[in-house]
């Protein structure tokens, strides 16, 4: 009896030492588990700020250059209007140029009515290209060349249209031309800012500028959009 208790007792001794360390195991265990989900949370969060400053800093660098570029714009636009006065007579020489072209331009065109007219602007390669850069996430700006080819394509299709905008009196700046072609060319205020890379209020206070310049009348910027989408 005394060696069967003698053995139990040991027995009974190991095995509440084998639960105590299996508890103390999980209870580390336990606590390494919450210590890693404490450390994956406080990372998560300091990622989630990090990002959310790293977006701030982007929109007001954005913001910022934006700002740039119109105050640029419109310093590019009184040089011009200082410098404008020493040009005239190149200028005029090249408008007469630019009307004889227009005549044998308007004696050349292959169609006869307006329809089909809108129907060549819209089946155009370089419009259906500036739509898709319009679109784009995020928009990308009209290139140079992009440009170039736009105002063949008007040159093509509306000989006319440079010289009702261009009066003898008065010259739109290339800036100035190019909104009123894309205008022409079927293109929506926002897709004129994305592809010029200019801000919407910019896009609608140059559009003001325009109907003024080219036909002297003070009115809103869809007054010059229609007046541009009746040239033909």
């Known amino acids: ?84 006065n020493e040009t005239d007579s190149k200028i005029e020489e090249l408008k007469r140029e630019i009307e004889t072209l227009e005549k044998k331009a308007r004696q050349e065109r292959n169609f006869r009515t307006r329809d089909e007219l809108e129907e060549k ?8 290209k500036l739509k898709e850069l319009a679109a784009h996430n995020p928009p990308q700006a009209a290139s140079v060349s992009d440009m170039r080819r736009l105002r063949s394509l008007v040159n093509e299709l509306i000989p006319s ?10 010259v739109l700046r290339e800036m100035e031309y190019d909104v009123c072609v894309l205008v022409r060319m079927h293109f929506s205020p926002v897709e004129i800012s994305r592809l010029m890379n200019m801000s919407d209020s910019y896009v609608a ?26 040239i033909n």
Not at 121 to 128: E, G, L, P, Q, T
Not at 165 to 170: D, E, F, K, V
């Open 205 to 230: 206070k140059l559009r003001q500028r325009i109907l003024q310049k080219a036909f002297c009348v003070e009115g809103n910027p869809k007054e010059l959009d229609a007046r541009l989408l009746a």
């Open 161 to 170: 249209f440079y010289g009702i905008l261009n009066p003898p009196s008065r």
């Open 121 to 128: 602007i819209c089946d155009s390669d370089i419009v259906k």
């Open 1 to 84: 009896q005394r060696m069967k208790a003698s053995y139990d007792y040991q027995r009974n001794k190991l095995l509440a030492e084998k639960k105590t360390r299996e508890a103390e195991s999980g209870k580390r265990a336990l606590l390494l588990l919450v210590f890693l989900t404490f450390v994956l949370f406080a990372c998560g969060i300091a990622s989630f700020l990090v990002f959310k400053r790293n977006k701030q800093i982007q929109l007001l660098e954005k913001e910022k250059a934006l700002g740039q570029l119109e105050i640029a714009q419109y310093d590019l636009m009184n040089l011009l209007s200082q410098t404008q």
